[in-house]
């Protein structure tokens, strides 16, 4: 989002634009987003490496009521050359394993590092290798390796914020190629830019509601469910000292009442307060702007 004026944004889409390369007609990686192969001989599948794997990339987050985990993950061995082909195609692969040991996957690891490579693993310089758009488009490959089961786990557990990093950097992409794909409806983030000194990209199924001096909504109608965000904003703010998580769920919950309606006007929706259900107030520098993100749940009043 970029902002020339003082501008406070309470539901926003964050983005970054992946870029294709020219004259690459490769095909896409295969799988899902959200889905990491891991590659291991299948005697390790519950080694201290494969349990570190689970616990860094696996790890339960909870962001939502029931909690969820990073990524799926699927455990495979090598059992042929053509194997071998098609997990070399998947779209989030981790190839893991003890450098020097004799089965097939450490001998395909070894395979895919250069001998300067490997001797700075076996000197315990270096055990994580992202290979990117290495075999096809839109793929993101990880190869650990170690000189042993212990080594290798401590070094994933004691790396685990700059291994998922470098993994959900590549998914932001991703999910900004997927949403933005179809077509981006530059218009509304033209006006936005032109009328009130912010932008916010707007994906191409969505349709432009409420439009005030100081509140603009948006909404996408599906058949399972409808999905909308909304926008408001202050200017010419010098003091930014009532900005606290109180403030902002009461301004937030004000503008839902007045703006986001049921099927009567009685109706509205408003946060969900309750001791299961707890807001998350983070926030966080973003250049010279400070920014606060609030998670949590709405709920429907007088339905």
């Known amino acids: 989002m970029s902002i020339r004026k003082t501008v406070t944004l309470f539901t926003s889409i964050a983005a970054l634009i992946l870029t294709a390369c020219e004259g690459d007609f490769r095909s896409r990686a295969q799988g899902a987003i959200n889905e990491i192969i891991v590659v291991m001989d299948s005697t390790q599948f519950d080694s201290k490496t494969a349990e570190a794997i689970r616990a860094t990339y696996g790890k339960y987050q909870f962001h939502m009521l029931n909690p969820e985990e990073n990524y799926d993950l699927s455990f495979t061995d090598i059992r042929s050359n053509s194997q071998l082909d098609r997990l070399k195609g998947m779209k989030n692969v981790i190839f893991a394993g003890v450098l020097d040991d004799s089965t097939d996957v450490s001998r395909a690891i070894r395979g895919f590092l250069d001998a300067g490579v490997e001797q700075k693993v076996r000197n315990g310089e270096s055990f994580a290798f992202p290979i990117k758009d290495q075999w096809y488009k839109d793929q993101y490959a990880l190869i650990l390796?170690?000189?042993?089961?212990?080594?290798?786990?401590?070094?994933?557990?004691?790396?685990?914020?700059?291994?998922?990093?470098?993994?959900?950097?590549?998914?932001?992409?991703?999910?900004?190629?997927?949403?933005?794909?179809?077509?981006?409806?530059?218009?509304?983030?033209?006006?936005?830019?032109?009328?009130?000194?912010?932008?916010?990209?707007?994906?191409?199924?969505?349709?432009?509601?409420?439009?005030?001096?100081?509140?603009?909504?948006?909404?996408?109608?599906?058949?399972?469910?409808?999905?909308?965000?909304?926008?408001?904003?202050?200017?010419?703010?010098?003091?930014?000292?009532?900005?606290?998580?109180?403030?902002?769920?009461?301004?937030?919950?004000?503008?839902?009442?007045?703006?986001?309606?049921?099927?009567?006007?009685?109706?509205?929706?408003?946060?969900?307060?309750?001791?299961?259900?707890?807001?998350?107030?983070?926030?966080?520098?973003?250049?010279?702007?400070?920014?606060?993100?609030?998670?949590?749940?709405?709920?429907?009043?007088?339905?």
């Open 145 to 303: 390796s170690s000189n042993s089961d212990s080594a290798l786990a401590e070094k994933i557990i004691n790396s685990e914020r700059s291994l998922m990093a470098d993994v959900l950097e590549r998914e932001l992409s991703r999910w900004t190629y997927d949403v933005y794909e179809k077509k981006e409806q530059t218009q509304y983030s033209d006006s936005m830019w032109a009328q009130h000194g912010f932008k916010v990209r707007v994906q191409h199924d969505y349709i432009a509601r409420i439009d005030t001096s100081d509140f603009l909504s948006f909404r996408r109608n599906l058949e399972i469910n409808d999905r909308w965000f909304w926008v408001w904003w202050k200017d010419d703010v010098t003091d930014i000292n009532f900005l606290d998580s109180d403030w902002i769920n009461a301004t937030r919950d004000s503008l839902n009442q007045q703006y986001i309606k049921g099927s009567t006007e009685e109706k509205y929706v408003t946060t969900e307060y309750n001791d299961r259900i707890k807001m998350r107030v983070n926030s966080f520098q973003k250049g010279r702007y400070l920014a606060y993100e609030t998670q949590g749940w709405w709920t429907m009043t007088n339905a």
